[in-house]
């Protein structure tokens, strides 16, 4: 139970590491967050293993991951010999690949899976404290933009945000009525702190994410109007309150939606369509990080980075892996747990085309992996958290046990 514990939490700071360790309250840690986190999960992902092999019950979930990292080999032949693209590969094989292997063996634990999005909700829930009432809390000198002390803007509103779509799924999940209303009231809030930070790609993915889950999810079928309703209260509320603050960050992401940024727009709409027209003259690719050549580390939309720097060969696996975990988390969305993490796959692949690169966007790799060890709910009556949940793709051998895990399925939200 402890090792699903520290696993699932680990990997939520993990995902978030580089937007938590600049925060003075890290400063008592004598290693690097990141690296700190790292060598957790690494111990995590290794007892898990030898206990597997010690009781016959070895997962084959981790080829996946693997086999595309493996494809992720053939552009590095290409690539520039800058300090830039080889400090992407490193981070690339190394963190990034940890963020989609780890999921396939910690997250075989029912447990661990709950940990991990209690661990993600506790770092929004700090990190909005923080970016609210912290005492270094303005992005710059020129705006009242807010975030977290210590981090960028774009991490803080991701951080923020995704507690914001948790929240608002706690209001239909089976905890008891009081904590359901108060999530349901906490959600707006932190969509409101993340608006503040004026960061456009995390709060338009929370948004079209949380209209996304209650069109779709299984779990949400029953209670689909007042999903809508519950919606529409939150986006609205957050927004009106954020209005009400005079922010600059408001304006920013208005003038983004309307499409009146004249300079964001058009400097984003150039670096797309210089990265489509270099992939359509180098279909296999340029290399990683060898997009800088253009006077751009990334193009800020990680189907392109991919395409463009990987080739088509590597950009079709990828979509193709995208598609197969959305469809497999959508079968199995009965259940708030698969319901949770389909959102967090939502939220973090439309992030993931705005914002940051490739190894920037940890949690879309963790989600996109998750995918293929979360179980159906009918599937889930397992004996105790140390059981696979992954259904398919587990090498079967007769361990059982009595102790079962408990049910999670939606209650409504009153």
């Not at 940890?362 to 159906?376: D, G």
Request: proline share 4%; charged share 15%.
């Amino acid at each position: 139970m402890v090792l699903e514990v520290v696993g699932g939490v680990t990997l939520a700071v993990l995902a978030f590491s580089g937007g938590l360790k600049g925060n003075a309250f890290m400063s008592w840690l004598p290693l690097d967050l990141t690296i700190a986190s790292v060598l957790i999960v690494v111990l995590c992902v290794f007892f898990r293993a030898v206990r597997d092999v010690m009781n016959s019950d070895i997962s084959l979930n981790s080829i996946l991951p693997l086999s595309l990292w493996i494809v992720f080999l053939f552009p590095v032949m290409g690539m520039m010999d800058t300090d830039f693209s080889n400090e992407k590969v490193r981070i690339l094989f190394s963190v990034t690949l940890l963020c989609a292997v780890a999921p396939t063996g910690i997250f075989r634990s029912r447990v661990a899976q709950i940990a991990f999005l209690a661990g993600l909700f506790l770092i929004s829930l700090l990190s909005a404290g923080g970016t609210a009432f912290g005492s270094d809390n303005y992005a710059d000198d020129y705006s009242n933009r807010l975030t977290l002390e210590g981090s960028t803007t774009i991490m803080t509103a991701q951080m923020v945000s995704a507690g914001g779509l948790l929240a608002f799924l706690g209001a239909f999940s089976p905890l008891p009525k009081k904590w359901r209303i108060a999530s349901l009231l906490l959600a707006p809030v932190l969509l409101y702190v993340s608006i503040l930070t004026g960061s456009r790609g995390p709060v338009v993915s929370v948004v079209i994410s949380i209209v996304a889950i209650v069109l779709v999810a299984k779990s949400l079928r029953k209670y689909r109007v007042q999903g809508i309703l519950g919606a529409v209260a939150v986006i609205g509320l957050g927004v009106y309150q954020a209005m009400q603050s005079g922010s600059d960050g408001v304006g920013r992401i208005l003038t983004f939606v309307s499409g009146d940024d004249a300079a964001g727009g058009s400097g984003r709409s150039y670096i797309y369509s210089l990265a489509l027209e270099t992939s359509l003259e180098n279909p296999f690719g340029i290399g990683w990080g060898s997009f800088l050549k253009f006077g751009h580390g990334y193009p800020h939309n990680i189907l392109l980075e991919i395409l463009v720097e990987g080739g088509v060969l590597v950009f079709i696996i990828v979509v193709i892996l995208l598609m197969t975990a959305v469809l497999r988390l959508y079968r199995r969305s009965e259940g708030m747990l698969a319901t949770a993490f389909l959102s967090i796959l939502f939220v973090a692949f439309i992030n993931a085309m705005f914002s940051s690169d490739i190894n920037g966007n940890k949690l879309l790799w963790i989600a996109l992996f998750a995918a293929f060890v979360i179980a159906r709910d009918e599937d889930s009556s397992i004996s105790g958290p140390d059981r696979d949940t992954s259904g398919d793709m587990r090498a079967p051998v007769g361990m059982t046990s009595t102790s079962p895990t408990p049910h999670w399925s939606p209650g409504p939200a009153h």
